[in-house]
């Protein structure tokens, strides 16, 4: 019998990866996609590919019990960049919460739960970012509730090099540039592929939660391969297309807290000294890629570079 999952986000990065990989499995899973517009182009190649696309806002409870009304698992993740978030930042909690009440009320069974570690506590409520704290005020909720639940850390993620434009090569000087706000060049990041494995982790909690529920319930999973630094990126895209490039640290990304959390990877990291890739994602048998990986399959096309 198959399993109905709900992904949340579906047309965007992570929900989306999460939502296509499934779809993959139709043998074993059924997709509804969650979004505020099920007529945009990604829905509906979402729902070309065999999910049902479902209209859902997560600040509205009455949506999110119906949506969520038959499903066994669901993929929560909330987005501080929404606008309807940036405007109200403590809107981004209110959602998650709304997310936990209605997996509760609907008896799902394993919620998959995308989120970030609280900046006050890794910074001594110095480096404050309302992008992490909306999201682990949500985890301590999930505990309150007893949901039953995965959390997922995320690390940085490659493929805003693409959707942030940080990255592009210039054919005239023939390199590759590279601008990013904050960051310096020997920071070192802890990266996440998400196309490949934020989905392939989500779908080994759900392939293992029947199995291994005690042991992964309430569990931290770090998704990220490696700590690595901008310049790090840059000698893999010289690797892997041949081409030089140059770093170049922009003042500000124009949001304050973006800012904020920035100069917290400068100065202390995301993860402390965990070592990463997660020995307990390598046990639920998923083997992350690395940044050879992401610049070979997605950045090098992006560019327009042919690979070695």
């Given at each position: 019998m198959t399993r109905l999952i709900a992904v949340c986000g579906a047309t965007g990065n992570q929900g989306g990866s999460v939502a296509k990989l499934l779809l993959e499995h139709q043998d074993k899973y059924r997709v509804r996609?969650?979004?505020?517009?099920?007529?945009?182009?990604?829905?509906?190649?979402?729902?070309?590919?065999?999910?049902?696309?479902?209209?859902?806002?997560?600040?509205?409870?009455?949506?999110?019990?119906?949506?969520?009304?038959?499903?066994?698992?669901?993929?929560?993740?909330?987005?501080?960049?929404?606008?309807?978030i940036k405007d109200d930042p403590s809107s981004e909690e209110r959602q998650g919460k709304n997310l936990v009440d209605a997996a509760m009320a609907n008896g799902v069974e394993c919620f998959v739960w995308s989120t970030l570690p609280s900046s006050h506590q890794i910074s001594g409520g110095r480096l404050v970012s309302r992008i992490y704290e909306g999201k682990h005020h949500v985890d301590d909720y999930i505990r309150e509730k007893r949901c039953p639940a995965v959390f997922l850390y995320t690390g940085n993620f490659y493929e805003n090099m693409i959707f942030r434009s940080h990255m592009r090569y210039n054919r005239e000087l023939d390199r590759v540039e590279f601008h990013q706000p904050v960051i310096k060049p020997d920071t070192k990041l802890a990266m996440l592929y998400v196309q490949r494995d934020l989905s392939a982790v989500t779908k080994a909690v759900f392939d293992n939660w029947d199995s291994r529920k005690e042991e992964l319930n309430h569990q931290y999973l770090y998704v990220a391969n490696a700590r690595v630094t901008p310049l790090d990126?840059?000698?893999?895209?010289?690797?892997?297309?041949?081409?030089?490039?140059?770093?170049?640290?922009?003042?500000?990304?124009?949001?304050?807290?973006?800012?904020?959390?920035?100069?917290?990877?400068?100065?202390?990291?995301?993860?402390?000294?965990?070592?990463?890739?997660?020995?307990?994602?390598?046990?639920?048998?998923?083997e992350m890629h690395g940044i050879d990986d992401f610049v070979r399959e997605m950045l090098a096309p992006h560019l327009g570079l042919p690979v070695l």
């Amino acid at each position: 019998m198959t399993r109905l999952i709900a992904v949340c986000g579906a047309t965007g990065n992570q929900g989306g990866s999460v939502a296509k990989l499934l779809l993959e499995h139709q043998d074993k899973y059924r997709v509804r996609a969650l979004t505020r517009n099920p007529d945009s182009p990604a829905a509906q190649k979402l729902a070309e590919l065999g999910a049902e696309v479902v209209k859902a806002d997560l600040s509205i409870p009455e949506d999110l019990q119906q949506a969520l009304r038959g499903c066994w698992g669901v993929f929560g993740v909330t987005n501080f960049y929404d606008t309807k978030i940036k405007d109200d930042p403590s809107s981004e909690e209110r959602q998650g919460k709304n997310l936990v009440d209605a997996a509760m009320a609907n008896g799902v069974e394993c919620f998959v739960w995308s989120t970030l570690p609280s900046s006050h506590q890794i910074s001594g409520g110095r480096l404050v970012s309302r992008i992490y704290e909306g999201k682990h005020h949500v985890d301590d909720y999930i505990r309150e509730k007893r949901c039953p639940a995965v959390f997922l850390y995320t690390g940085n993620f490659y493929e805003n090099m693409i959707f942030r434009s940080h990255m592009r090569y210039n054919r005239e000087l023939d390199r590759v540039e590279f601008h990013q706000p904050v960051i310096k060049p020997d920071t070192k990041l802890a990266m996440l592929y998400v196309q490949r494995d934020l989905s392939a982790v989500t779908k080994a909690v759900f392939d293992n939660w029947d199995s291994r529920k005690e042991e992964l319930n309430h569990q931290y999973l770090y998704v990220a391969n490696a700590r690595v630094t901008p310049l790090d990126i840059l000698a893999s895209v010289k690797k892997v297309t041949g081409k030089d490039g140059i770093y170049e640290v922009l003042p500000s990304t124009g949001v304050p807290d973006r800012d904020i959390m920035f100069q917290l990877y400068n100065e202390m990291g995301m993860y402390g000294s965990k070592e990463l890739p997660d020995e307990n994602i390598l046990k639920l048998g998923v083997e992350m890629h690395g940044i050879d990986d992401f610049v070979r399959e997605m950045l090098a096309p992006h560019l327009g570079l042919p690979v070695l």
